[in-house]
């Protein structure tokens, strides 16, 4: 059975950063695309970023490019999200996601229809 399992959201000021993981189950999270979503309380799921399987490809959303990084440790079968910098409306649930087709170009980055299996997610808060 697939699963996924996010950690190490918290509560951080602005400008600090946090690390969050996503460790799978039930399959080799290294050969699979991963993405990273965020939710907002009253607002629609939105992709942050993803890192494809085949050709280390990496995408981001506009509003973290350049302050959140997406990268893997083989070696933990884990995938991190940086983020640093954080501001207020980076405040999100945080779930990773994979899907077989996933992050191969810039049209299969972010849409739902690309991602099978999702994790519950981990509260990132940012406020002073």
């Known amino acids: 059975q697939v699963q996924l399992v996010e950690s190490g959201g918290d509560l951080v000021q602005p400008g600090g950063s946090l690390r969050l993981s996503c460790a799978g189950s039930g399959f080799n999270i290294n050969n699979y695309p991963i993405g990273w979503f965020r939710q907002a309380p009253g607002r629609a799921r939105e992709g942050v970023s993803c890192i494809s399987n085949r050709n280390g490809r990496t995408d981001y959303a506009d509003s973290v490019r350049g302050r959140f990084t997406i990268s893997r440790d083989n070696a933990k079968n884990l995938v991190y999200l940086q983020m640093n910098d954080l501001k207020s409306e980076d405040t999100a649930v945080y779930s990773c996601?994979?899907?077989?087709?996933?992050?191969?170009?810039?049209?299969?980055?972010?849409?739902?229809?690309?991602?099978?299996?999702w994790g519950q997610g981990t509260q990132v808060t940012v406020s002073s």
């Open positions: 996601a994979t899907g077989d087709r996933a992050c191969q170009d810039s049209s299969s980055s972010w849409g739902s229809r690309w991602y099978d299996y």
